[in-house]
Nanobody, 114 residues
Framework: QVQLVESGGGLVQPGGSLRLSCAAS????????MSWYRQAPGNGRELVAGITNSGGSTNYADSVKGRFTISRDNVKKTLYLQMDNLKPEDTAVYYC???????WGQGTLVTVSS
């Protein structure tokens, strides 16, 4: 079955960087667009970034443009989110999402704090 497993979250100081990974299995990863979402305490889940199946096109929430980069490795069946210049308001649980299948990963917590 379709499975998504995130990793790479943790505690980082403001201005720091983290790279999240999402390992996919159970489907032909290279055929489908993928997304990253996040959910901060007390808030709903929001789209952070999306990428087409080939990686040729990406889109970002205004709040992360210029700081986050979504990418993918279709050979490794892995989705990435490089997060630079992190801010306390980026603190959230980050999820990868395979929209075609309606499947979410379990999430990985990112905490930005000094």
């Amino acid at each position: 079955q379709v499975q998504l497993v995130e990793s790479g979250g943790g505690l980082v100081q403001p201005g720091g960087s983290l790279r999240l990974s999402c390992a996919a299995s159970g489907f032909t990863f290279s055929s489908y667009g993928m997304s990253w979402y996040r959910q901060a305490p007390g808030n709903g889940r929001e789209l952070v970034a999306g990428i087409t199946n080939s990686g040729g096109s990406t889109n970002y929430a205004d709040s992360v443009k210029g700081r986050f980069t979504i990418s993918r490795d279709n050979v490794k069946k892995t989705l990435y989110l490089q997060m630079d210049n992190l801010k306390p308001e980026d603190t959230a649980v980050y999820y990868c999402y395979a929209r075609y299948f309606g499947v979410w990963g379990q999430g990985t917590l990112v905490t930005v704090s000094s």
